[in-house]
């Protein structure tokens, strides 16, 4: 991502005669036609979607607006998006920088495979990663029978009395969640790992540092800004993930649903108010994150990351 | 260490909140039409309930296509009580994993089936294409919204209504496949459950005529105004039946059995048929229906049991892989 900015910013760096030996000057309508057709379609795909949210939320006015947020379905939506994040953002953040650490600073047998394994839930239709799950745990799965209501001869009995609910309650919820948001971390930290190099490392280690001493005060300032870069789009796509989550929700409303599930359900209950109301709630968290990630963007460029 | 303290705080909430939630909990698993019905019956059996034991009821609802609602139970959905669009997904509760009786159907009157219901057209105002009956959704240039069989229950009725119609009008099966086929040549989407269909035709405004459950069409009236949209009500249709039963294994878990079964006989009182009638589902007790009479009209209406066989039958012959609905699908 930053090589790359910092590639286009080289390429339209701006000669002070208005026209360089180098650089194609196209005539004014052709560059006025191209922004026109950018700037269009930035309008119709981004902008329009965002004004409509905000203007269907506040149709009724303000107090529908805000009075759609009293509902105990949506504060239930609501806890339960926020708990979910709340463990996906801080258990991904732990697995990247750990994979991102293992495949940028060593070589060992099968590290394809492992870079393979880490983008598979990208591959992967977030359907079809909510299916795995009740393949695995639902009462006809492999594990079913343990769970839940399940009824297996010798543990039956025991799961019972624990209750324990994986699929149709909040650990399935949390795992799906997980599941799709595993890639984000990693992905931002091993091109940026991968391009450092180890030599501060080698440095740190020779001059008597420890290995965690090295790799606190070594490793992770290098690479915070890119750290917080992947949480921040981790955490926007926990909150947001709706196919994954749909699968082994359930829908039990003020009890399984998050607050994209719970968008579907006001707007085919012909709630419409309510549903952009909570749609807008999503779009906030969106564009909050958008400017968190420009900040972090824009720090990073100033520390020099 | 911070986010350490954010997720122990946020987990000893979820543990509190789960355990202040102690009373007695049902979860009623329905399929998607029902939400209006279930919210208004919820709330009075609550009070009866209430009145009547004492105990407090918390009742949680599920809603989504039949089909895949039952799926969801087979997979360990914990429901007290499923209430769905037709028998053939609760005995897939049964079939799949034991989770009640065979004979279900037989624990309460009338085939389990407190209410009843059938399929009509809902048209755009002034029925602009002219949609009369079964004949004019297969003409070329009708777009025709129904949602997808294999996973709604609604669609499934919507089928066989068609196909009734089809086979009183030619007397053949053949002829009657050929009807279907060219009926679902001018369906342009299928959506998962019949309320996903609804609002395709009403909010996103595609296609001419949707057929669907009659208290769906008079729900999408009354939400929308009268003025956008007119029933049409065919010649010949079916008498659905959407059945509900007591999940055995589950409330035999959680220790609800008697109120879960309370619940379910509370369908059929007065207040229970009342609250049916006001959703615009057709009431069983003949007392509540001929209140309602004026609401529903009267029309010629076929069963599942003396036309297909029953539920059973129909479902293995149209809409089990490789049926009649994929061979006409697939064309």
């Known amino acids: ?305 | 260490m911070k986010i350490k303290t954010l997720i122990l705080a946020t987990l000893a909430l979820g543990i509190t909140a789960a355990a202040s939630a102690k009373s007695v909990e049902l979860l009623n698993v329905s399929y998607d039409p029902t939400r209006e019905l279930y919210q208004e019956f919820n709330s009075a059996f609550i009070k009866y309930w209430k009145a009547k034991t004492g105990d407090d009821v918390i009742i949680k609802q599920s809603h989504g296509g039949s089909g895949k609602q039952a799926r969801s139970v087979i997979d360990g959905l914990p429901a007290d009580v499923v209430t769905l669009a037709l028998s053939a997904d609760i005995d897939a509760l049964y079939t799949n994993g034991r989770l009640l009786p065979q004979d279900w159907q037989k624990r309460l009157p009338q085939n389990s089936t407190p209410y009843t219901s059938t399929i009509v057209f809902l048209v755009r105002k002034g029925n602009p294409k002219g949609v009369r009956d079964w004949d004019d959704l297969v003409k070329p240039g009708v777009s025709v919204i129904t949602p997808n069989p294999k996973t709604s229950g609604g669609a499934r009725w919507n089928y066989l209504a068609a196909w009734g119609y089809a086979r009183h009008k030619s007397g053949t099966e053949e002829a009657a496949q050929k009807f279907v086929a060219a009926l679902y040549k001018n369906v342009p989407v299928l959506d998962s459950g019949a309320r996903g269909a609804t609002t395709t035709f009403v909010q996103r405004g595609i296609g001419d005529v949707a057929i669907t459950w009659e208290n769906e069409a008079f729900l999408a009236l009354k939400e929308f105004g009268a003025g956008q949209f007119e029933i049409v009500v065919p010649s010949l249709s079916i008498l659905a039946e959407p059945p509900v039963a007591v999940v055995d294994k589950v409330v035999k878990k959680k220790g609800t059995a008697g109120v879960a079964k309370a619940y379910l006989e509370y369908l059929y009182s007065d207040e229970g048929q009342d609250i049916a009638g006001r959703n615009f589902y057709r009431p069983r007790n003949p007392a509540v229906a001929a209140k309602y009479a004026s609401v529903f009209p009267q029309l010629q209406l076929v069963t599942i049991d003396a036309e297909f066989g029953g539920w059973t039958k129909a479902q293995k012959t149209h809409f089990a892989d490789g049926g009649v609905f994929d061979q006409i699908y697939a064309k």
């Open chain 1, 1 to 305: 991502m930053a090589a790359l900015a910092a590639t286009s910013s080289l390429a339209v760096k701006p000669s002070p005669h208005g026209a360089g030996p180098r650089v194609i000057r196209n005539p004014w309508w052709v560059r006025a036609f191209f922004m026109t057709v950018a700037l269009l379609f930035v309008l119709c795909f981004l902008v329009l979607p965002l004004v409509a949210v905000f203007t269907e939320a506040l149709r009724k006015g303000m107090s529908a607006y805000f009075h759609s947020f009293t509902d105990p379905d949506v504060l239930s939506a609501l806890r339960l998006t926020l708990l979910t994040a709340a463990i996906a953002v801080p258990a991904n953040l732990v697995f990247g920088v750990a994979a991102a650490w293992c495949i940028a600073k060593f070589d060992f047998y099968g590290k394809s495979l492992l870079t393979t394994l880490i983008d598979l839930p990208f591959a992967v239709s977030p359907v079809i990663s909510g299916l795995i799950y009740v393949l695995v745990f639902g009462l006809q799965g492999w594990f079913g029978p343990y769970l839940g209501a399940g009824d297996h001869p010798w543990f039956g009995a025991w799961f019972n009395a624990q209750d324990i609910r994986i699929i149709f309650a909040v650990p399935g919820i949390v795992l799906a969640t997980i599941f799709v948001t595993f890639p984000f971390v990693a992905r931002e930290l091993i091109p940026l790992m991968q391009a450092q190099g180890n030599d501060e490392e080698y440095a740190a280690l020779t001059l008597g540092a420890s290995g965690w001493q090295t790799f606190w005060r070594v490793t992770v300032p290098n690479i915070k800004w890119g750290l917080f870069y992947g949480v921040i789009l981790c955490n926007a796509r926990a909150m947001g993930e709706f196919g994954a989550v749909s699968v082994v929700s359930g829908h039990i409303r003020g009890e399984t649903n998050t607050l994209p599930l719970h968008v579907e359900i006001l707007y085919n209950e012909y709630n419409f108010v309510a549903a952009f109301a909570v749609s807008s709630l999503l779009a906030l968290l969106a564009l909050l994150t958008l400017l968190l990630k420009s900040l972090v963007e824009w720090r990073a460029k100033k520390g020099g990351a």
